[in-house]
């Protein structure tokens, strides 16, 4: 996807702060941060919704999870309580079609969001 901004991010076209990175995720500040800890979680490959995941990608999907998981521990906010959220579509309140796990903490999150 030549216009995916997480596509350009991957590729370091844009630099954004980066909290981890192995070969196949990356997890980096958002730029318009929902809480005072706001970490995307992005799969390197590029899959625009859920709605494009196949079994094969069940793994990847487990790794993002994990991954925001370690990051709640890494930034102390495990205990204390944080939010993963996946959002799809525009009803679902997607922006960016790249499929991102967002991890918020470190304030009281209310349900539902907003």
């Not at 790794?63 to 925001?68: H, K, P, R, S, V």
């Not at 204390?80 to 579509?89: A, E, S």
């Amino acid at each position: 996807m030549i216009d995916c901004l997480f596509c350009k991010i991957i590729k370091k076209e844009l630099k954004v702060n980066i909290h981890f990175e192995n070969s196949d995720i990356l997890a980096f500040d958002d730029i318009n941060p929902q809480a005072p800890l706001h970490i995307l979680v992005i799969p390197k490959i590029h899959l625009a919704t859920l709605n494009d995941l196949k079994e094969k990608h069940s793994p990847l999907i487990g790794n993002l999870i994990f991954t925001a998981s370690m990051l709640a521990k890494k930034f102390k906010v495990s205990n204390d309580g944080y939010r993963t959220v996946f959002n799809c579509n525009n009803f679902g309140g997607q922006t960016i079609y790249h499929i991102h796990l967002h991890l918020l903490a470190n304030r009281q999150l209310s349900w539902p969001p907003g």
